[in-house]
């Protein structure tokens, strides 16, 4: 894609990165904090382990997020406040125990639609600074744009020249002077937050916050400090300002809105929010047709970007954190470990694999009567570093990583497994480690280059597949001539917190739990 | 923030895009000095492993790229002479340009001639057609009117743009040798992905203040992927890298970061933007915390005083077994 200006850009965004405002902004309105207060009251009385109920929480989630996200008058046709309404009644009003908090939200919906004036939407008719310059979050969960009009109409009457921002490419598509967030951003991705929080895409973010809703930053990893820079290095800033009054919530020192997320994450994901036995960590993606998958931390995607022009259309590997709201992720249907076995095995991959890695069976055996602890303990003394080597073994035995990263590393692997008798002595050991070092980065080399063509070829092919296509259209399979299918997914959401699930879920495309329930 | 004394750039860096003048912002000024830095210390038996993460990665790798050309031109003594040429084992190949003349030749080193042992006799491979396969005789006094280099020449139009590097050096301050520019080998390698690394550069020009400015993708003197002509930069894709060796590695993103692991010489700078900066890259940059060497003070050139504000950068020395 051409960028243009890509120097002024890279200016206006360190500039704003240097020292970014963020301005929490109440807005204050009686009917919602009268809705968001029953939301919580309904939702603490439902007994989400019964199925009917955890629907009936489902639904009290979106009309809650309806009435929070939108930027629509309360009565709007598109918004449907009294239809959802009705249908939790309905449900509602089974429960005995819901039935009085149910009424009380009858009364607050009520009130909203009667008094439809969007107070979020009033204060951004309000405070026009720049709203050529100015974009507006419409994304805001689960891949929603709540209370938006569906399609792509013309919203210029609702918001003037303001940018709507429904994707990670809509924010990146230009530098922003002000970007407003209507509601807390619970929800957004990790990689989203960054674009808008660090990446100086804007100097000012206002979040819109009704009473009751809670506003929180989340931190940032910062690299590890050295004695070179010690002192030399200039901090960002965030100036966070807030005009908030405490609320319901912080009177009970409660932010409702994650509480509330939680639970529906817990009511729609088959995972965990805490490590056990048998789990593997993982982060759950969303797509935008109603499906999703738990993918391994640390695993890298296939993110397609299109673009008019097909030679300037990538395929870029990006890590699963990186991933984001709009990115449309190339699935690789079938076993592209196969297909990289293949093109791997053509380059002699296996036999270089027995050569080098003939230490695998002593590890296996070492590890039949000491815990990789204990051995990573015994490298460490043996001069290995890194904090992870105990991890690191499994995956060494297992076949899942080739070996040691270092010289070092595989010298202190090869003389432990030695002293224990697991390898026979070595007369030259320097040389013994120079030849399995030199084996280990041929192998590498011939896994990285039959990657490398295998990823050329994908997308070459992809390329050429989709290029009869105007638009990239979701859940397309393409076959592709290595009998590879893709499939073009777009993602409405990406967790920003790990989950931790069996193996077998892992990488398995499936609806979410209770089906396509959002919108 | 200005460029410490020790890089000897005695005059203002002026940038011009979509016909818009512009001055040297402080982050460029600093990642120009990043990759100076990066480049000029060389330690013996260690390597450096730099890592920067900043809001914006678009335009660094370019910046720290010139910053290093400045501190190998800088620190460049020698080059390839009369006697380099004579001393050329027979069969050997060599590349050179005559200026003025548009062709690029490329020859054989031959036997020294019988009659006259001042002269290098060179058998012509490629160059003028007329001139393919006939046996030049170079002289001392022809070697100096000639621009000689041990790798194939670049094509004319780079030719130009590489000899007003060296104008672009001398307006800086610099004191750029002329032989720095055709001698062979490079300065550093970059790893990024290539098209948005030449795209975002496609509107800049770069130059002293008060002179014409050079386009910005010129003043890096830069080989694109496969390229094998001379150049004092390379700029690769990952899947290029485990054919290149370098004084310097500049890793650009986070797709590059991943093969840091396949870099086994020489320094390394890694560039990412602060969304690449993931707990996996964390915990790796921390392992090699743990085994950096602990460096004498005032063994490295001490960075600026004040480094502007979103440029985030550690640096350890690390053994020359590990990255």
Known sequence: MKTVAAFQETMVRFRNAATVRVREIQVESSSVALVLKACRDLFGVLDRSDDFQAILSRRLWELRASVLFTMLPFDSIELGLAGRLQTIMNDAMQIPAAIEVTNILAKGIHNLIEHPINLKHRWLVENPEHPDATGLVTMMAMGQNFGWPSGKGDFSELVGDVQLIDSVKALAAKVFDRIIIPGTCHYFSARMYSEIFHL?????????????????????????????????????????????????DDDL???????????????THEGHRTPGPGLHAARYILFKDGRGMFVPENTHMLVWSESNNDTDSTLENVHVEQVAEGDWLAIRLGDTGRLLDLVSAEAGFGKKMEEVCDWRPALDALMLTYSPDQIAKEMHANGAHGISLAHSLRSWADGTVYGPGTQNELRSLLNVLISHRKLPNQDNLDQYVMDHWKGLKELRGIRLRAGMSLHSNIHHQLANALSNHAVTSENQAVRLENGMQVQLC???????????VPHSKLLYLQAMRGGRWQG | MEFPEYMAI???????????NLSLPDWAKAEIWLGWWCRNCQLEGKRLLVVAVLPSRKLSAAFAGLGCLLAGAKQFHGGFTWDDLRNLPEGSKIFWNIPGNHSRYEGEIGKIPDWDSNLVSVLITRGARRDVGTVWYFSAQRFSECLFSEECMPTQRRTIAMDNVLRLHGELGLDTKASWIWTAGTEAQIVTNQTKFWDNLDDLEIGSKGSNPLRFEDTLCAAKGNDRTLSKLRVVSVGQI??????????DGGDSFDHVQDIESGNVLILLDRTEYTMDKHNQILDACNSAIELSPGILPDPPAELPPGLEITAFVMPNDRT
């Open chain 2, 242 to 251: 485990h054919e290149q060796n370098s004084l310097l590695t500049i890793l």
């Open chain 1, 253 to 267: 020192g409660v932010d409702t809105d994650d509480q509330i997320k939680n639970s529906v994450w817990e009511l």
């Open chain 1, 200 to 248: 100086g895409r804007t100097r000012t973010v206002d979040v819109l916050l009704y009473q009751g809703e809670r506003f929180s930053m989340r931190d940032r990893l910062n690299l590890p400090e050295s004695t070179i820079f010690r002192g030399r290095l200039t901090a960002s800033r965030i100036i966070h300002t807030s005009d908030v009054v405490l609320g319901m």
């Open chain 2, 10 to 20: 005695r005059h203002p860096i002026v940038l011009r895009e979509e016909g818009k």
């Open chain 1, 490 to 500: 777009q993602v409405a959401a990406v967790d920003d917190q790990l989950s931790w």
